[in-house]
């Protein structure tokens, strides 16, 4: 009966391990998208740094991909707290989930180009450093086991 208990949780284990695999490389491959799209942006706004900037609209194309990249980092940190994974990593992906609302956020208010060309190289940062995080968190993610507990 424990033998099977122990395979039935090695399994699971496995299951949740591999979703953080997944859940990692999307986050990859969407910062990736949207670092890129960040960047042209930027680049096009400082081209006239004082002029008036439209607020982003919620329709989008890249505020839409800002919220899906929120969604999955948000799920890719509950996945790796599921697994026991480094609370570290888990409050990463949080933190980045919250700074991209936050960013986005700022891009629905009134700026001037030059303002909104650095919101979007900030953007193009918290991509590209989630996607090197989401990276090598994915590679890690197979082979993740439980935290061990700590005495008190």
């Known amino acids: 009966m424990l033998r099977i208990l122990v395979t039935a949780i090695v399994l699971l284990l496995g299951t949740v391990a591999s979703a953080v695999a997944q ?20 680049q096009t706004l400082a081209e006239a740094p004082g002029a008036p900037s ?3 609209e919620p329709s ?3 505020a839409t991909g800002v ?5 999955e980092a948000i799920r890719l940190s509950r996945h790796i707290e599921a697994v026991g994974g480094p609370i570290d990593l ?6 980045m989930s919250e700074d991209a609302l936050s960013r ?3 891009l ?3 700026a001037r180009n030059g303002e909104r060309a650095r919101t979007y190289h900030e953007f193009a940062g918290l991509f590209e450093d989630a996607a090197i995080i989401a990276r090598d968190s994915e590679t890690q993610a197979v ?5 061990p507990v700590e005495a008190e």
């Not at 990859?28 to 930027?42: I, M, V, Y």
């Not at 888990?90 to 933190?95: A, E, L, Y």
């Not at 082979?143 to 935290?147: G, I, T, V």
């Open 108 to 110: 629905a208010e009134p």
């Open 60 to 62: 989008d194309p890249f």
């Open 143 to 147: 082979a993740s086991l439980p935290c």
């Open 23 to 42: 859940d990692a490389a999307r986050v990859a491959e969407l910062a990736d998208t949207l670092k890129a799209e960040a960047e042209g942006r930027a």
């Open 104 to 106: 986005l956020d700022a």
């Open 90 to 95: 888990k409050c990463i992906f949080k933190g």
């Open 67 to 71: 919220q899906d990249f929120a969604g």
């Open 54 to 56: 439209a607020a982003i």
